[in-house]
């Protein structure tokens, strides 16, 4: 019979096949360990046999005692007469019977009412039959209760049918003496420092041998509520325990779910008669280690050094230090892996950097929603992630995508973006939706339009990926290498990653567009509706809105206060929807009744706005925006800094638009009239400060159509006298 001799080839198999085959330690130590396995086995299952018995046993004397108790009770109940008017006679009947006070602790009865009349003992609480059981009872059997107070030892209550009527007679109620039922029950079938508990179909302990004994564990108990029998092994410090359990079914007979009989014993019993083999085995196995550390100690040490090395190389690596490398001269395999090890943590090292810097860029660019930002963002970082030379990302138009914008960078590694206007041919928009993936043209080839910002540059090959979103072209990301083999098939993969990336971005932009696109064109169509109540107000709210922002613009108005004034603007007359067209159109002066009604709208338009938890900064410009700066406006009569800035400028702008516009009970004046009233009125009914930038916006509207411009208003002319 030939042998097969190959994996003696390698010189680590070698050193430990002669190591192990001279020591001859594993023969001996699977000798040992089976002998011990298969005598602690036997022991073990000898033991649980045992065991199995003593719960059977125990359950059977249990059940026999519960039957001999409901047998007395039953013959105390079936010897007195079934009187439901009288149960304090019944009472001093029993009481009389020695039975009685042998094995219970109280006894009382349960009238057809519900009356309890104790007989002896404390009988505590009684708990009322549940669905089946007064069924039971009427059958002539015995039922069976288990309760457990808290912080006291649990009750067990027997009750039968008192009387001859089996439907509405009164109940004979017993707690059975806990002596009785486990006094000799350890003594009978516990092994030496057993224990034995009995459980109820909950897991509650009803008896314990030793009652400080730990608890057994939760999931154990589980287990045992849901199966009928089983074996399991517990802890108790450094004690091991094995235990069975059996359950008692009692439902028929005592209409109660079953109780769990267990039986545990020190594990150490069990196996003590395997303690002289024991410590031969380890004589044994002691004896071999010392033979195979002598024989072997310098071949052990030729191994242990480099796989030390290669073990403490491998904790580096994964507490991210890549730059680990393993100097290992053994001259065999372990040599070998060394090598292969620091090869495998350079390309960790580039993975994990690629990874940090890929990861990057995608918080960067799904942090923002500007287009321009996203494409600054990723090409700015390009070099980290790629051997491209020089790079470029071309956005196209939402509703056109053959016109667009590119953004290009001649040296990615640290040249600026330039911006270049691009038109993308029908041929071209076709081949790039059939290569959605990715594209590899060379300098010789037709030169497409999106590439030709980055021709003329030295480029020998350009990866081109384009970026679809909504199955509609968004952009082309272009990467552009001097070195044809400078870019890897890793290279392309990543490079596919960021472009499906910068596609979620730019879909993020154009969602949040469309939402402020909507948003606008909503408050715009509100304003005209709230503009058509009348013929003489089209047009209001936008007229008033745009004065409004260029009187904003002009006050230095932050990015956020300007969208609140536009917002504000637009809805400032909201609360004329509740007002009657009768007034809102009426030709002549509104009567004060009228006038009053017309000055609700303003809280009627906050009122409207309340809901709205985005329009907060917005309502108090809407409920405000007819006060005066001399608090003799409406609704609240705030004056100057208390009316908020966006108010003041509505104040002035709704009283110009309204007096440069026709109305039905007067004409519209001319600029300069109204130019003269708003000056009169600066520090009383408006904003000083207001008043300067307004009449500023309409210097520059005039300057812009060509009229000369008025002398400008000194600051003298706006303060108060």
Known sequence: MRIDRSFLRSKVARRIFILFITCTLLPVTALAILSYEGVTGQLEQQGQNRLFQGVKSAGLIILERLQFISTGMKNLASSIDHSPSNPSQVSSKIALEPFAKKYFKALAVISPKGEVVPIFGDMKEIPSLKAGESDHLSSGKPLLTTLHP????????????????????????????????????????????????????????????????????????????????????????????????????????????????????????????????????????????????????????????????????????????????????????????????????????????????????????????????????????????????????????????????????????????????????????????????????????????????LSGLGMELFLVLPVFANNNLTAVMTLGFRVPGAMTEEDRVRARQLADQVALALTNANLVADLEELSWGTLYSLARAIDAKSSWTAGHSERVTELSLKIGQVMGLSRGELDDLHRAGLLHDIGKLGIPPEILDKPDKLSSKEYETMRQHAELGARILDPIAAYAKVKPLVLHHHEHYDGSGYPYGLKGEEIPMGARIFALADIYDALVSDRPYRRALNREEVREYVIARAGYEFDPKVVEAFLQVLSQQEEDTGVPSPIALTKASLSLE
């Open 150 to 453: 808290s912080g006291q030892m649990p009750r067990i209550l027997l009750r039968t049918a008192l009387g001859n009527q089996p439907e509405g007679s009164s109940q004979l109620v017993g707690e059975i003496k806990d002596n009785y039922l486990w006094e000799i029950v350890p003594d009978m079938v516990l092994p030496p420092n057993g224990d034995l508990c009995f459980l109820d179909h909950s897991g509650n302990v009803l008896f314990r041998s030793q009652s400080g004994m730990q608890s057994i564990p939760a999931g154990e108990i589980a287990e045992m509520v849901r199966s009928h029998t089983g074996k399991f092994e517990w802890s108790r410090g450094s004690m091991r325990y094995i235990a069975v359990y059996w359950s008692l079914f009692v439902k028929y007979e005592f209409h109660a779910p079953k109780w769990i009989i267990v039986i545990s014993e020190p594990r150490d019993n069990v196996l003590v008669a395997a303690g002289d083999f024991k410590k031969t085995f380890t004589l044994i196995l002691l004896l071999t280690i010392w033979v195979v550390l002598f024989l072997s100690f310098k071949q052990i040490q030729r191994s242990l050094v480099p796989l030390e090395k290669l073990r403490e190389g491998t904790r580096r690596v994964a507490g991210q230090d890549f730059q680990a490398q393993v100097t290992v001269d053994s001259g065999d395999e372990f040599q070998e892996l060394a090598e292969s090890f620091n090869v495998m943590a350079d390309k960790l090292d580039k993975q994990f950097k690629a990874m940090s810097t890929m990861n990057e860029i995608v918080r960067a660019i799904l942090s923002v929603l500007d287009k321009e930002k996203i494409a600054t963002e990723v090409l700015a970082r390009l070099r980290d992630l790629f051997p491209a030379d020089s790079a470029g990302l071309a956005l196209f138009a939402r509703r056109n995508e053959l016109d667009g914008e590119m953004y290009v960078k001649d040296d990615v590694a640290s040249g600026p973006v330039r911006l270049v206007s691009i038109n993308l041919s029908d041929r071209e928009y076709h081949e790039l939706n059939t290569n959605p993936e990715t594209q590899i043209i060379r300098s010789n080839d037709q030169t497409p339009s999106y590439i030709e910002p």
